[in-house]
């Protein structure tokens, strides 16, 4: 699991627990964990901590997504909608080429 990732999640958790939790998730900066995205928890040092997440940001992370490949992921919808846009509002798309 990335560095990175770990110390997000660490600083969402310290938001979001308080005191003892946050301070022991710090605890285990620098070593290895195990992040079990589904059921959102982080393990490590004999301890598991529960996580909340976004189900947006869940899928990111489960697909290896950035926000511009989320939006690519609907294509079709996008490519639908602009097609509809053309036949509705013709005036506004003068000039350029379809």
């Given at each position: ?41 982080v393990?490590g ?37 602009l ?9 506004i ?6």
């Open positions: 699991m990335p560095h990175t990732l770990f110390e997000k999640i660490w600083s969402m958790h310290r938001v979001a627990a308080a005191g003892e939790t946050g301070d022991a998730l710090g605890g285990l900066a620098g070593q290895e964990v195990m992040l079990d995205l589904a059921a959102q928890t393990s040092g004999g301890h598991t901590y529960a996580f909340t997440i976004e189900a947006e940001a869940k899928r990111m992370l489960a697909e290896g997504l950035d926000a511009i490949d989320l939006t690519l992921t609907q294509g079709a919808a996008i490519a639908d909608w097609r509809t846009d053309w036949l509705r509002r013709a005036w798309h003068e000039g350029i080429s379809a």
